[in-house]
């Protein structure tokens, strides 16, 4: 019982310290296929700079995609990478990926900061971005745990 404790308690921990580090990143100006905090980032490189920071994957870089891939294709790139690192859940907590479909396929992540909002690199928004959950939700597929 002990021992489940001080497991929640660690994966609370977790989920708080990627909550900041994901809050760390806004206003990053959005620049495909580019991680570096302050200076440029999509939302797939997002996830990455994110869960690699604090060692729950690996910083890796994901094989090279043009800008538009989600809108001629219908293979699940986006989606099969996620899938790698993280289990599909049905209740998002803070710190789980949110997964969106623009275009064919799976093309868009976010990180959960809570019940109300997410953190996302957005090419409109030119930044990352909190946005209020409820905005996407037509276009959610599911959420994704590292933990």
Request: net charge negative; with cysteine.
């Amino acid at each position: 019982m002990a021992s489940s404790v001080s497991a929640e308690r660690a994966e609370s921990a977790t989920r708080v310290a990627i909550v900041a580090e994901a809050l760390s990143w806004t206003g990053t100006p959005f620049h495909h296929a580019q991680c570096v905090k302050g200076v440029g980032v999509d939302c797939a490189h997002l996830l990455i700079g994110v869960y690699s920071a604090l060692g729950l994957v690996p910083a890796f870089k994901p094989d090279p995609y043009p800008k538009d891939w989600h809108v001629h294709r219908n293979e699940e790139r986006f989606l099969q990478t996620v899938e790698r690192f993280a289990r599909p859940t049905e209740r998002a907590l803070p710190g789980d990926v949110a997964l969106y479909r623009f275009g064919r396929c799976v093309s868009h992540g976010a990180i959960v900061l809570n019940d109300d909002f997410i953190i996302h690199a957005y090419v409109e928004a030119e930044a990352v971005e909190r946005l209020e959950r409820d905005v996407l939700e037509h276009r959610l597929v599911g959420y994704w745990s590292v933990l």
